[in-house]
């Protein structure tokens, strides 16, 4: 059996047209047949612009419209449904495995994060509140021992 055109399209697995025939077991005048009647549009390959591609799920779709008919040739079907599934099972493990890796590529940034954090704090030096830089801009210079009063404040007259 053909195994999908490793090129992805919006994510997914794609097939040409000829793969697609192989998969379901039909020729291609059918499957152009099968596409028009279904309102399936190939997309052309980034490789190869001649080259028209099926999604998986266009793929899907054309075999469970196939599965209604009557047909002679059902192990065919039953083996390209049986690859379908298992590309499916393919792509959702690869999506999954991704979605690990960026999982475990966030958490290490975060951790890294942290660290770097827990640094500024440490080398950071206890300034002052801005209520004591508040008070000393309002308070009159006294001399070493001297008690303001509240009479020498300004505005408090």
Request: aromatic residues 2%; charged residues 30%.
């Amino acid at each position: 059996m053909v195994s999908p055109t490793s090129g992805r399209r919006g994510g997914g697995k794609t097939y040409t047209l000829k793969e697609a025939g192989q998969h379901l077991g039909i020729d291609q005048k059918t499957l152009r047949r099968k596409m028009d009647l279904l309102g399936l549009s190939p997309k052309p390959s980034d490789e190869d612009k001649r080259a028209l591609l099926l999604t998986l799920d266009q793929v899907d779709l054309l075999a469970s419209h196939l599965r209604r008919m009557p047909s002679g040739n059902v192990s065919a079907l039953q083996e390209m449904a049986l690859q379908i599934v298992m590309d499916r099972e393919r792509e959702w493990r690869m999506r999954s495995e991704d979605l690990q890796r960026h999982e475990r590529d966030l958490m290490a940034e975060i951790e890294q994060l942290r660290r770097e954090v827990q640094a500024l704090r440490a080398v950071r030096k206890p300034s002052t509140t801005s209520a004591e830089i508040a008070v000393e801009k309002h308070a009159p210079t006294q001399a070493k021992g001297d008690v303001a009063h509240a009479s020498d404040m300004p505005g408090e007259n």
